[in-house]
């Protein structure tokens, strides 16, 4: 499940958009990636953001005045400068429009300048600090550290051409209306214009051998590609002929280059495109701490997985006995219980609306008010990218309002794949999609997110794990509450979706340390988490270019053993008090969240 703007996801290629649902197989469609065009992942040397300082607004400004503070506005211009569509996301709207510079060139300077950065800040000592800004001064850290890591360590600009393809996209400008839409044209089209040179840059930093995954998925990318950036039509139909006439330069001008950049992998690249594409025993580490701020060996968080896959399987087993029938029956049985085409977005507000209500009535958390979540069906250029996904207010956003995407059947496909479609919406997996993207899942965290008083650092920090394990740990914690009866429909389908949780976690690191090949990854992911063929490779191939979607079980098993530890002695064995106070500490690297209720 994930997200749609952000909170975001600092990972190699960029992050989602949105915390999302990857999509399951549209019948009678080739497989496509799960990954979808995603934020501007790097660096633009722009005078007027050299420096600027984030605008806070009143519901966000910073009391915190010490020793870290200036260093703090200092790393996080810095950051925007290499990642300026995470500020879009955010909500700081200065940064509209800008798409990085992936020179070597530029990259090398942002790093160098980073490291200069990193140098003043480990000289400023703990130990003169408050509690809260130790753990600031790590996430400061962090945050240059990371972006370093994707720059010189991972690889990603020299190996991957997704990771270009991931940078224009329109989806914020698309779906918020946070300015009027002339504005969010201008920045559109200044997008578009910049696509050109972007792939002509990526043309000359990409080494000859790619890995093969990569290669087939970037093409399969850059042909949706244009798709995507037609939904701009629409928006610029009630503006002026010289907006919409603009617009229609840019975007002819984007869809060449797009597809140039498709021929030019197929015709250039493809050939010698090769099976390398793990990061390694020790980048594989690095990453754990870059992303989480985790020094736990990969070994480790890999027996862990293991250990949780083993749990869920024994528990659905145990289920399955008593009803009698095989484990993949039981799951085949909750997809004929599914409401009909015309019903399923009625049928998701009523659901969204229960759980609301259920979490109130159970007291699990707090509800910040207000409050305000639309569900609407999934427009058509995303119905490839996602079953569901949240669209969150960004921390700095003014709308407060959530929008819960549900992705409908494409009107284009025949009975039988309409039919097919729908199993995969059945209820139970509604609901259980609804409690991960909405109550008490990604919306309730945005809406705490906005309303505590953070750091500056906290504020532009987003933690993975936190985010992605969290809501999976909100589908458990809501089961244990007693949603829907506790019925064995309901426990089923959240143990399947642990189960793919869970195998995605063992063959991320199985894949990237150990050498486990793409067709043994989903070897193991059809008979450990009851794939599908064509969903198992899926699942398969994204590891090979997303190796943090560990994040949901590592994330989940990170708050249940916080809640072990501290639910009784600190939070009086309440689990509003425990929840509160864990969405209070905003979205901190899942290492740190320890550190973050224990005050240490």
Known sequence: MG??????????????????????????????PTARPGR?????FRKPYLGRPVPLGPEMTLKTTDELSTIEQEIVDHFF??????????GLHQFDGVLPDLSITGTRRWAATARELLTKLRDIRETGLATGRRMDRTILDLLLEGV???????????????????????????????????????AICTILTKVPPLLDGAKERLTRALPRPFVTL??????????????ADALAEPGSSALRANLHEALEKA????????????????????????????????????????????????????????????????????????????????????????????????????????????????????????????????????????????????????????????????????????????FAMLKNTTVHEVWPGHYLQALHFRKTEQSLARKVWFSYSFCEGGAHYCEQAALEAGYDGRSIEAEVTQLKDALIR????????????????VADAAQTLRTEAHLEEIHAQR??????????????????????????????????????????????????PIGLLDSALSGA
């Open 255 to 426: 869809d060449a280059a797009v597809m140039s950049f498709a021929r030019w992998l197929k015709e250039e690249r493809l050939a010698e495109a090769g099976e390398s594409f793990a990061l390694g025993r020790e980048r594989f580490q690095r990453l754990l701490w870059v992303r989480e701020g985790l020094t736990t060996p990969f070994d480790e968080v890999l027996r862990r997985g293991r250990a949780d896959l083993k749990q869920n399987q024994d528990r659905l087993n145990e289920i399955a006995r008593g009803a009698g029938v095989a484990a993949d029956q039981l799951i085949a049985r909750l997809n004929n219980q599914h409401p009909t085409t015309e019903e399923l977005i009625p049928v998701a507000r009523r659901v969204s609306e229960e759980i609301r209500e259920f979490v109130r009535q159970r007291d699990l958390v707090t509800i910040p008010e207000p409050a305000i979540c639309h569900v609407r069906e999934t427009p058509p250029w995303a119905r490839n990218l996602w079953t569901a996904a949240m669209s969150p207010p960004g921390p700095f956003e003014k709308p407060v309002d959530g929008i819960y995407w549900v992705t409908s059947i494409d009107p284009a496909w025949t009975p039988t794949q309409k039919e097919e479609w729908m199993r995969t919406f059945n």
């Open 539 to 588: 699942e398969a191939i994204r590891g090979t270019y997303n190796p943090e979607y560990f994040c949901y079980t590592l994330g989940k098993l990170a708050i249940l053993d916080a809640r072990s530890k501290y639910l009784a002695t600190r939070f009086h064995s309440s689990l509003k008090e425990f929840h509160d106070a864990v969405l209070a500490s905003g979205t901190p």
């Open 502 to 517: 869970d195998g995605r976690l063992i063959v991320s690191i199985e894949m990237h340390t150990r050498g486990m090949s």
């Open 218 to 231: 970037a093409i399969q990318i850059a042909s949706g590609l244009p798709a995507h950036f037609a939904e």
């Open 148 to 186: 370093i890591f994707d720059l010189e360590e991972s690889g990603d600009y020299d190996r991957n051409p997704m990771a270009y393809l991931f940078q224009p996209n329109l989806t914020d400008y698309l779906i918020r209306e946070y300015a009027p839409v002339e504005e969010r044209l201008e």
């Open 40 to 44: 501007s992942d790097l660096l633009v």
């Open 3 to 32: 997200q749609l703007t952000p909170l975001v996801n600092f990972n190699r290629l960029g992050g989602p958009t949105a915390f999302r649902a990857p999509a399951r197989v549209n019948p009678g469609r080739p497989p496509e």
């Open 81 to 90: 400068i290499a990642r300026p569509t995470v500020g879009t996301s955010l």
